[in-house]
């Protein structure tokens, strides 16, 4: 999958993954090699192969950065209409998941553009105590420049995406 042509299409398939998972899976990979997955419910996808996360909770990603900075990202479209249909079709219409593959930046902090993106998008869970704890006060992120994109393969049910 050819990532700067399918850009527009990655991006709407990874806010559909957020918006039936709220998170996106980013592996990484510590010092002894070991491999580690971090759910990011803060991830946002620019329009040049690149993207951001809010870096307020994970503590294991900015250590690997500093050995490694390659990760692995894993969005999954887990709509259950979208898989119904899909099971039922025995074909995907569109993409399950995609992984991206790409290197962290440095941590900075975040732009007013940035939080307003990250308000609009949490908008729907304002008032919840959650929203505050999760959501408020975030103030750095971290980027991230993509490389390579891959769709996953479900045999014939994704073999004309």
């Known amino acids: 999958m050819d990532i700067k042509t399918n850009w527009d299409k990655i991006r709407k398939h990874f806010n559909k993954s957020f918006s039936s998972n709220f998170y996106i899976s980013i592996a990484s990979v510590d010092s002894e090699n070991n491999p580690t997955i971090t759910p990011i419910g803060s991830l946002f996808l620019n329009d040049n192969q690149t993207g951001f996360y809010f870096e307020k909770f994970p503590s ?16 999954v479209n887990s709509g259950l209409i979208f898989w119904i249909k899909s099971l039922f079709k025995e074909k995907f219409t569109d993409f399950p998941a995609i992984k991206l593959y790409g290197e962290l930046g440095e941590k900075r902090m975040a732009t007013e553009k940035e939080i307003a993106r990250l308000n ?17 006060k975030m103030e750095f992120v971290r980027e991230i420049k993509f490389t390579k994109a891959e769709k996953i393969n479900l045999g014939k049910m994704t073999a004309e995406l």
């Open 120 to 136: 609009r998008r949490m908008k729907i869970t304002n008032g919840l105590k959650g929203n505050t704890y999760l959501w408020k």
């Open 60 to 75: 294991k990603l900015p250590e690997h950065a500093k050995i490694n900075p390659k990760v692995c990202l894993l969005g």
